[in-house]
């Protein structure tokens, strides 16, 4: 919401509005001709009219600032994409961008520093990103993530984690995660709040699936969590934790100071061919149709996406590729829609003699609809 605060002393104004960090914009200045220059100061209809201008003015202001819209970045290994690497989008990207992560074996670590980043893949058994450091994906102090479709392997030390979640709310979901020879499968931490949905938990034989540590807030549904060294530990036995609609089976232990809630099973999920990390089920397999709703648990193998030609971003950062190509043109940039306006008034703070005096405050109410968006704005007149 814009706010606005536009201070009269008889002929003159000033007016600022604000729009995020990055969007300022300031006016100011003397009307000739249009403001009401012998009117008196106490007549209502002189108000309205200095009103409605103000308002007029505004709708003005807020027609210069562009809609925004979040950017597609596409990564692709053969150069089809906006960049051949994960890490190079994430530098790129911006809070609320969407990156899509084509077909491919990406072998990086993905250091999360920017909120409300969604990255998706095309399904486990397509798109696999695979780390030698201690994570191969991390978060901390992140107010919003999204990770969708992919299959996560590092081989990580003790105490070290897959997909490491710290003081960050965030969703995983759609992920065969695997964590070797040492490491935890996921580590959620410092009151973190996190929704792990739809995800194949392997093979995390010396710490363990999932650890909760800190007071964190989970929901963890339509899991299959197995041949684990633990299932789920929730170390402090705080937090808010809700399991429901899971596979926990054949783990050490498959509750560790966690209690599950309803619809959990235990049972060979009869995997298509698990030593050859193939996590698709069979037809045979008690996961079809057991999770929430009567959908399968675990993760999906592949994920399709589209993807809008007319939003993806257009990063500065090239793609780094071992030959160089012929540079593409730019797209021209799409024209923005026209914006829908529309202006009515609220006003208060007139006595009911319908007159003010000095010290009084009037208060106009605005609301502009612009590309579907509605905006109510605040516009104050303050008397002398």
Request: charged share 20%.
């Amino acid at each position: 919401m814009i706010m606005l605060a536009l201070i009269f002393c008889h002929s003159e104004f000033s007016c600022h509005s604000e729009q995020g960090e990055e969007s300022t914009r300031y006016c100011g200045g003397r009307f000739f001709g249009l403001w009401p220059q012998n009117d008196s100061k106490n007549n209502l209809g002189s108000l309205l009219n200095k009103a409605l201008i103000c308002g007029f003015l505004l709708i003005q202001l807020l027609c210069l600032t562009p809609a925004s819209y979040a950017a597609q970045i596409t990564v692709a290994q053969d150069n089809s994409g906006d960049f051949s690497l994960i890490t190079q989008a994430l530098k790129e990207a911006k809070s609320g961008d969407i990156i899509y992560v084509k077909p491919g074996v990406y072998k990086e670590s993905l250091n999360i520093k920017k909120d409300n980043i969604t990255i998706k893949g095309a399904g486990f058994s397509r798109t696999k990103i695979v780390s030698d450091n201690a994570f191969a994906v991390k978060l901390k102090k992140i107010k919003g993530f999204s990770l969708t479709g992919f299959f996560i392997k590092t081989k990580t030390k003790q105490g070290h984690s897959a997909v490491l979640i710290s003081a960050s709310k965030a969703l995983i979901t759609h992920c065969v995660i695997m964590s070797e020879p040492d490491g935890y499968g996921m580590y959620c931490n410092k009151g973190s709040q996190i929704d792990i949905s739809n995800n194949t938990l392997v093979e995390n034989q010396r710490n363990g699936a999932i650890r909760l540590d800190s007071s964190c807030k989970a929901q963890i549904k339509n899991n299959i969590i197995v041949h684990n060294s633990f299932g789920i530990y929730n170390k402090d036995e705080t937090g808010d934790i809700k399991i429901s609609y899971n596979n926990v089976w054949n783990n050490g232990q498959n509750y560790r100071n966690a209690k599950p809630n309803t619809g959990n099973i235990s049972a060979d999920p009869k995997f298509i061919d698990y030593k050859k990390e193939n996590y698709r089920l069979s037809s045979t397999s008690p996961c079809i149709g057991a999770g929430e709703n009567g959908i399968n648990m675990g993760a999906k193998a592949k994920l399709d996406f589209s993807i809008s030609a007319q939003k993806t971003a257009s990063p500065s950062t090239p793609i780094i590729k071992s030959k160089p190509d012929k540079p593409k043109s730019k797209p021209k940039p799409k024209a923005l829609a026209p914006a829908k306006l529309e202006f009515s008034y609220k006003l208060s703070g007139i006595n009911e003699a319908g007159k003010v005096k000095g010290g009084d405050t009037l208060n106009l109410q605005v609301k502009i609809k612009n590309l579907g968006q509605q905006s109510t704005d605040k516009v104050q007149l303050i008397f002398d």
